[in-house]
C-alpha cells in the first residue's frame, strides 16, 4: 500500500510550548489529507480535514486557532498544536487517500505535554 | 444511535483459533468498507477493503458484507500471537479521496499462544 510518514513519533513539551507534526505522503500525490486524535482505548475521531492549497475543514469542536493546518504542497500537511496545555496530551494520527477513497495512515505521534 | 457499532471486546482466543468480529451500520449510503489493524500506538494500518456485497479473501483474513442486513465481517483463520491489536472497521460514502471514514469503536483482540 501507499506510504504515509508522519513525524516525530514521540514528542514532550512544556506548557504554553508549540508542537510541529509533519505528515507526508511519500508516493503519492495527496490532495486531501485528514487529521484523527485518539485517546487510550477510544476510536479515532476526526479533527480537521486537510486540502491543498486552501483552508482545512475543522469538526465541530475542534479549535481552528489551537491546532492549525498547513497543507502547502501535495506531500505535506502539518499541524501545529498552539500553546499546548496538558489537556492536549494525545495521540495524533494523519492519513491521506492515496487511490480513490482508500485511507493509508501514518504512524501516528504521541504528544506528551508536561 | 452510532452510525458504526463495533463490539469493543475484549475478545481472547487461543493460538489457531479462527476469530470474527463484527460491525453493523445504519446509513445504507456507505459504500465502500474497510478493515483496520492497529497495534499500541502505532497507526492504523489497512487490511481489508472491499465495495461488494460478498466475500474477499486474502491470505488467512477474509472480509464479509452483507448490504442488505448492513452487516460486515473479517474473519481471522489461524490466529496468531501477532494478530493481537485492535481491529477497527471503517465506512465511507463517497468514492473520491476527500470522503471522510466512519470508524466502529474497535475490538481489542489477544491470541494467546
Known amino acids: 500500500g501507499a506510504v504515509v510518514s508522519q513525524h516525530p513519533s514521540w514528542v514532550i513539551c512544556k506548557s504554553g510550548t508549540s508542537v510541529k507534526i509533519e505528515c507526508r505522503s511519500l508516493?503519492?500525490?495527496?490532495?486531501?489529507m485528514f487529521w484523527y486524535r485518539q485517546f487510550p482505548k477510544q476510536s479515532l475521531m476526526l479533527m480537521a480535514t486537510?486540502?491543498?492549497?486552501?483552508?482545512?475543514?475543522?469538526e465541530q469542536g475542534v479549535e481552528k486557532d489551537k491546532f492549525l493546518i498547513n497543507h502547502a504542497s501535495l506531500t505535506l500537511s502539518t499541524l501545529t498544536v498552539t500553546s499546548a496545555h496538558p489537556e492536549d496530551s494525545s495521540f495524533y494520527i494523519c492519513s491521506s487517500g492515496a487511490t480513490k477513497n482508500i485511507q493509508y495512515f501514518g504512524a501516528g505521534t504521541r504528544l506528551s505535554v508536561l | 444511535q452510532k452510525e458504526v457499532e463495533q463490539d469493543p471486546g475484549p475478545l481472547s482466543v487461543p493460538e489457531g483459533a479462527i476469530v470474527s468480529l463484527n460491525c453493523t451500520y445504519s446509513n445504507s449510503a456507505f459504500q465502500y468498507f474497510m478493515w483496520y489493524r492497529q497495534y499500541s500506538r502505532k497507526g492504523p494500518e489497512l487490511l481489508m477493503y472491499?465495495?461488494?456485497?460478498g466475500n474477499k479473501e486474502d491470505g488467512r483474513f477474509t472480509a464479509q458484507v452483507d448490504k442488505s442486513s448492513k452487516y460486515i465481517s473479517l474473519f481471522i483463520r489461524d490466529s496468531q500471537p501477532s494478530d493481537s491489536a485492535t481491529y477497527l472497521c471503517a465506512m465511507i460514502i463517497g468514492e473520491t479521496s476527500g470522503s471522510r471514514l466512519t470508524f466502529g469503536e474497535g475490538t481489542q483482540l489477544t491470541v494467546n499462544p
Open positions: 508516493d503519492f500525490q495527496a490532495t486531501t
Open positions: 486537510s486540502n491543498e492549497g486552501s483552508k482545512a475543514t475543522y
Open positions: 472491499t465495495y461488494s456485497s
